[in-house]
């Protein structure tokens, strides 16, 4: 009986070391499990994460390429204005060129036909001033001639001449640069009608006239000096009474010159 209780005892120590021990082993094939699965949780948290992270590079080399691409566009988009401008504003720039080119042409041709017209009427009225002083500076020289003639038969009556003819010898003079400009007076006519501005060179060849009648008139104011002097002459002599007559004779012609000189002053000054 005692035997059979410590059998019985014996063998439940054994049972319950035998549980203990199975226990022990169900624990750390648990604990074993638990491991491999926390490894292999772990390893697919790397890999999710690896991947992840691969994710996200792709997605930021795309934004960045999208960026890029749409900074190129950008850019693109910015030449093609500028490019478009530039050529709005070349276009522009053309028209205004042409038209200037227009309205150069047009005014050359209006200054060309008030050219023509100027340089008309120009030659009418040079033609015109210089027909009337040729037929004054012909008077002036008839007069001189018929005053020197009478200074010759004054002297040989006995009158003083010596200063009447110094007088006629300066009217000779004056009116010869007269004659001599006049003949020369086409050049400068000439020299205004091919200008380009006609009117405005008119004023060259209005001062050349305006020199002429200066000249005619001095040759005038001489003539009338050599009278003068021919009557002052004729006062001091005692028998004057004849010479004084024939003295008397030349006063009316000196008269001429001045009606003639006074005309062509009219045509030159009405420019």
Do not use: C
Not at 167 to 173: C, D, F, K, T, V
Not at 187 to 199: F, K
């Amino acid at each position: 009986m005692y035997k059979s209780r410590n059998l019985l005892f014996m063998m439940n120590i054994a049972l319950q070391e035998k549980q203990t021990i199975l226990a022990s082993g169900l624990v750390l094939m648990l604990l074993l499990t638990g491991v491999a699965h926390a490894q292999e949780e772990t390893e697919d948290e790397q890999v999710v994460s690896e991947e992840a992270g691969t994710t996200i590079e792709n997605e930021r080399e795309a934004a960045r390429a999208a960026i890029e691409a749409n900074r190129e566009a950008v850019t693109e988009t910015r030449a093609g204005a500028q490019a478009v401008r530039e050529a709005a504003v070349a276009e522009i720039e053309a028209g205004r060129e042409a038209r200037q080119e227009e309205i150069k042409a047009e005014r050359e041709e209006r200054r060309a036909a008030l050219s023509e017209r100027s340089a008309e009427r120009i030659t009418n009225l040079a033609a015109n001033v210089s027909n009337r002083m040729d037929a004054a500076a012909a008077r002036i020289q008839d007069i001189i001639t018929r005053l020197d003639s009478r200074i010759e038969k004054l002297e040989a009556a006995g009158l003083d001449t010596s200063e009447a003819e110094a007088a006629l010898a300066s009217a000779q003079i004056s009116l010869n640069n007269a004659v001599n400009n006049l003949a020369t007076i086409d050049v400068t006519v000439q020299a205004a009608i091919s200008s380009e501005d006609p009117r405005s060179a008119w004023t060259s060849v209005k001062a050349a006239y305006q020199n002429i009648r200066a000249q005619l008139q001095t040759s005038h104011t001489e003539i009338k000096a050599t009278v003068q002097a021919l009557k002052d002459a004729a006062k001091a002599m005692e028998n004057g009474r004849g010479a004084s007559s024939a003295v008397q004779n030349e006063s009316s012609d000196t008269e001429e010159p001045d009606e003639i000189t006074s005309e062509a002053s009219a045509e030159t000054e009405s420019e």
